[in-house]
């Protein structure tokens, strides 16, 4: 199992590989070193999202189309998914991911948690 940015203050990392071949990370709209996400809405969390999940997937040696699936937590589902879609479609183009969105309540002011599961080669 190899954890991948770890955080040496409290037992969480952002990503795991496990099995040898299972990558699974949680990102989330807030830079590191912040702790309020990024202005402007949920699209603007999505961005930053995949910003960080591009860093967590280029250290496990892949990139955005060894994903999978993706589960997002968004603070209000009909409010925000139309934001959210926009910045998927950009992100992943024609890659199908199978996704599941949850409303759920978030903490620090965030509009979006995703969770991203991809296949090491």
């Known amino acids: 199992m190899r954890f991948i940015d770890a955080d040496t203050k409290f037992p969480i990392s952002s990503a795991v590989v496990h099995s040898g071949k299972i990558f699974e990370a949680v990102v989330t709209g807030i830079p590191?070193?912040?702790?309020?996400?990024?202005?402007?809405?949920?699209?603007?969390?999505?961005?930053?999202?995949?910003?960080?999940?591009?860093?967590?997937?280029?250290?496990?040696?892949v990139d955005r189309k060894a994903v999978?699936?993706?589960r997002l937590y968004l603070q209000d589902v009909l409010a925000d998914i139309a934001a959210v879609n926009v910045?998927?479609?950009?992100?992943?183009?024609?890659?199908?991911?199978?996704?599941?969105?949850?409303?759920?309540?978030?903490?620090?002011?965030?509009?979006?948690e995703a969770a991203f599961t991809a296949e090491i080669p």
């Open 68 to 70: 999978c699936t993706a």
């Open 87 to 112: 910045e998927w479609k950009a992100y992943f183009g024609d890659h199908p991911v199978v996704r599941r969105a949850y409303g759920v309540v978030l903490q620090s002011g965030m509009r979006i």
């Open 32 to 61: 590191d070193g912040s702790s309020n996400p990024v202005p402007g809405g949920a699209g603007a969390e999505m961005r930053e999202a995949f910003r960080q999940l591009d860093i967590l997937l280029k250290e496990a040696g």
